[in-house]
């Protein structure tokens, strides 16, 4: 959210703001777009140099992003730059990247007062460079589960984007358009960012604080309230699975309509879609997570390694320890 002392605009004989974006190998090329994009259009529209930015790759050679556009670099990781911000756009799988001179270099570009953001994995990747800690931030919501596993003491939040002092984060797709009106509203005004979001079809400027994914209902394709509350707690304990009759409870029914409503909506038992949710959390912390087989069993509420490794296998036809293998590495959002 964007702190509410700051949509102050800045004066017309003001330096262009310096933006660099540092592009992590298999970054997602949309939310870099929708980041760079309103910058280009505040441009145009304001009928002068605002922004302008440059391109950071960890080696200087062009990076290449999830589908495989290549983007071009300025410069390298650990270049002397004269920066006013600095988004870290990245995607795939963050949990993997590991390169310390460019953690180096974000820590380097913190202290001298540049303001540091990510997008969309981005912020894993602060968060392994420490420049995170005593910040509220967001992150993509496929990612958050594995993050927090890694690093539960730090203020994760579920939203939208963050604007915190020096810090922001977006969680990705097309949510930096949102941040960026939010940005371009306190540099600039609010009359430009409205015009920016018209520039982009933007019917509806969304908030920070709203939700990343969709509700329930639209996700699903269901109406019914009762069982859309029951779905809701299940996704909310994976670690402690619910009992049965807990859940019915919840719904104000008999465990008997429970079991039909699961069938009638889900083509599936109340049992099956809770194993399904618990084994697909257990898929992405084996991704993006260096914890142990055990550790992603406990995590997700099976009692052993051994049976949460048949449960796999027969869901995903291969054993758990095959997912750490980098050809099974996701290059999605």
């Known amino acids: ?38 910058l280009r259009a505040a441009n145009i529209l304001s009928g002068r140099e605002l922004y302008r930015w440059s391109h950071v790759s960890i080696d200087g050679n062009p990076a290449k992003a999830s589908n495989g ?10 270049a002397e730059l004269r920066l006013d911000y600095l988004l870290v756009c990245a995607g795939g799988n963050p949990a993997l990247f590991q390169h310390p001179p460019t953690f180096s270099w974000l820590r380097q570009q913190a202290r001298r007062g540049v303001r540091i953001g990510g997008v969309s994995g981005g912020p894993y990747v602060l968060a392994r460079a420490n420049v995170l800690t005593g910040y509220r931030f967001t992150i993509h919501w496929e990612h958050a589960e594995a993050f927090l596993e890694e690093y539960p003491d ?14 922001l984060t977006c969680s990705g797709g097309t949510a930096p358009l949102d ?48 069982l859309l509350r029951v779905i809701g707690r299940m996704e909310q304990t994976l670690e402690n699975p619910e009992p049965r009759e807990a859940l019915a409870r919840l719904a104000d029914i008999s465990l008997r309509q429970l079991e039909r409503l699961f069938r009638q909506h889900l083509g599936r038992s109340l049992g099956e879609h809770y194993l399904a949710l618990r084994l697909d959390r257990g898929r992405d912390l084996l991704r993006q997570t260096s914890l142990s087989v055990l550790e992603v069993a406990l995590a997700c509420g099976f009692a ?5 490794s048949r449960r796999y296998r027969a869901r995903f036809g291969h054993p758990p320890r095959s997912e750490r293998l980098p050809a099974r590495s996701s290059a999605r959002r």
């Open 1 to 38: 959210m964007l702190d509410s002392d700051t949509n102050v605009p800045d004066s017309d004989n003001s330096a262009p703001t310096h933006v660099g974006f540092l592009l992590i190998p298999d970054f997602a090329l949309l939310p870099y777009a929708s980041s760079i994009e309103p």
């Open 69 to 78: 556009v290549a983007i071009a670099a300025d410069a390298a990781a650990g």
């Open 154 to 167: 730090l203020d994760l939040r579920r939203s939208l984007y963050e604007i915190d002092r020096d810090r």
């Open 179 to 226: 941040m960026m009106h939010a940005l371009i509203a306190r540099e600039h005004g609010s009359g430009l960012a409205l015009a920016v979001s018209e520039w982009f079809l933007q019917t509806q400027v969304r908030e920070g604080t709203d939700p990343q994914r969709m509700k329930l209902r639209a996700r699903l394709g269901i109406a019914h309230e009762p």
């Open 304 to 308: 052993s390694a051994s049976h949460f």
